[in-house]
C-alpha cells in the first residue's frame, strides 16, 4: 500500500517534470479506463458484501471444521472459489482452522482455491477476457487449486 | 432515449437498489442491512485505497512506454523470460484478482503474448510479495513455500493450454467502456 503510494507519486512527478501534456493525457486515460470499470466493479462488490453476510467467516470455520476426507476437501473447494475474503482476513482465519484442528490438506485446497478461483467476479472478468474464456479459464484454475492443496497436503 | 435510459438503469440500477437498500437499513436499523453496509465499506475501502493509484501508473504506463519495447520482452516469441518478466510484475503488485484484469488488458494492448497474459493472471493470484509475507506470517513458512512451488509449474501450464485453446480463435483482452 504505501509501496504503491510511493511508486505512484514517484512516476507522476517524473512525468510531469518531462512532459506535461503527455502527463495528462495518461491521466485522462487512467480515470476514463477506471470510471468505465467502477459500476460494474460496484456491483460485484454489492455482491461479495451480500455474500459475506450470507456466509460469515464463523459459518465458514464450522462448515471447514466439520469436514473431514473428501467431504471436507469439496465443500473447502467449494467455498474457496465462491468467496472473495482479503488475506487480511483469510490468513488470520486459516491460522484459526489449524488451531481447531482443521487439517492442513483442507485448509491448503481452501486457500488455493480463493486465492486462483473467483466465481463472484466472473462478471467482472468477462467483461475483459469475455464470459467463455473466464469461466474456462476459472475451470482449469479450479482444478490447478485442487491439485495444488492436494499435493500440499502430502507433504504438510 | 428510452434505449438510453434502459441502458443507465442496467449500469446503475443495482447500485442505486443498494445504497436506497443501505440508507433504509440505517434508518429503520435493519441488522441485516448495517451487517452487509459495513462488508461494502471494508470492500470499498480496499478497493478505492488501491484501484485509482493503480490507474494513474496504468495511464502513465500507457502513453510513456512504447509497445515494440513490451512486445519485444513479453510478447510471442519472448520464450522463459518473456514468462520470466510477468511474474516478477506480478510479485511486485498488490490487491484483490480484479485489479490484475487492467494490467492485463494493458499488457495485452502493448504486445504482451495470450500466454504471458494468462501466466501473468496466475502469478497474480498466487504469488503478490505482500501477500505472500502475509500468509508466512500466519500460516508459515512451509505452507507458503510449497503453496508457491506447486502453483508456478500450475499457472504456466494453464497459460500455454489457454493460449494453445485460443490459438487463431481472434481472442482479444477488451478494455471495458
Not at chain 1, 136 to 144: D, H, Q, Y
Not at chain 2, 87 to 102: D, R, T
Request: aromatic share 12%; hydrophobic share 60%; with cysteine.
Amino acid at each position: 500500500m504505501i509501496g504503491l503510494t510511493v511508486v505512484t507519486a514517484i512516476a507522476l512527478v517524473l512525468s510531469f517534470l518531462t512532459d506535461r501534456g503527455k502527463t495528462l493525457a495518461g491521466l485522462k486515460k487512467g480515470a476514463a479506463m477506471f470510471l468505465n470499470i467502477l459500476p460494474a466493479l460496484l456491483n460485484v462488490l454489492i455482491l461479495v458484501s451480500v455474500f459475506l453476510y450470507a456466509v460469515p467467516t464463523h459459518l465458514l470455520t464450522d462448515w471447514l471444521g466439520r469436514g473431514t476426507g473428501w467431504a471436507g476437501i469439496a465443500s473447502a473447494a467449494l467455498l474457496g472459489s465462491i468467496s472473495l475474503i482479503p488475506g487480511f482476513i483469510a490468513f488470520p482465519l486459516g491460522a484459526i482452522l489449524v488451531r481447531s484442528g482443521v487439517s492442513y490438506q483442507v485448509l491448503a485446497v481452501f486457500v488455493t482455491t480463493l486465492m486462483m478461483v473467483g466465481i463472484l467476479t466472473l462478471p467482472l472478468e468477462a467483461k475483459y477476457f469475455g464470459w467463455k474464456v473466464s469461466i474456462l479459464r476459472n475451470a482449469l484454475s479450479f482444478f490447478g487449486a485442487l491439485l495444488v492443496g492436494l499435493l500440499m497436503g502430502i507433504f504438510l | 432515449m428510452k434505449s438510453k435510459a434502459i441502458a443507465a438503469m442496467k449500469k446503475y440500477g443495482f447500485i442505486l437498489l443498494f445504497v436506497i437498500f443501505i440508507a433504509v437499513s440505517l434508518l429503520k436499523s435493519f441488522p441485516a442491512g448495517r451487517e452487509i453496509g459495513k462488508n461494502f465499506r471494508m470492500f470499498f475501502l480496499e478497493m478505492i485505497l488501491i484501484l485509482p493509484l493503480m490507474f494513474i501508473l496504468i495511464g502513465l504506463f500507457d502513453v510513456w512506454v512504447p509497445r515494440e519495447k513490451i512486445a519485444r520482452h513479453v510478447g510471442p516469441g519472448s520464450g522463459s523470460w518473456g514468462i520470466f518478466w510477468v511474474i516478477l510484475l506480478a510479485m511486485l503488485q498488490a490487491g484483490p484478482l480484479y485489479a490484475s484484469f487492467p494490467v492485463a488488458a494493458l499488457l495485452w494492448k502493448k504486445g504482451c503474448s495470450v500466454r504471458n497474459v494468462f501466466v501473468y493472471l496466475g502469478a497474480f493470484t498466487t504469488l503478490k510479495i505482500p501477500m505472500l509475507a502475509f500468509e508466512i506470517g500466519f500460516l508459515g513458512l512451509k505452507f507458503s513455500l510449497l503453496r508457491a512451488l506447486f502453483s508456478l509449474p500450475v499457472f504456466i501450464g494453464i497459460g500455454y493450454l489457454l493460449a494453445l485453446v485460443l490459438k487463431n480463435r481472434n481472442f482479444a483482452v477488451k478494455e471495458p467502456g
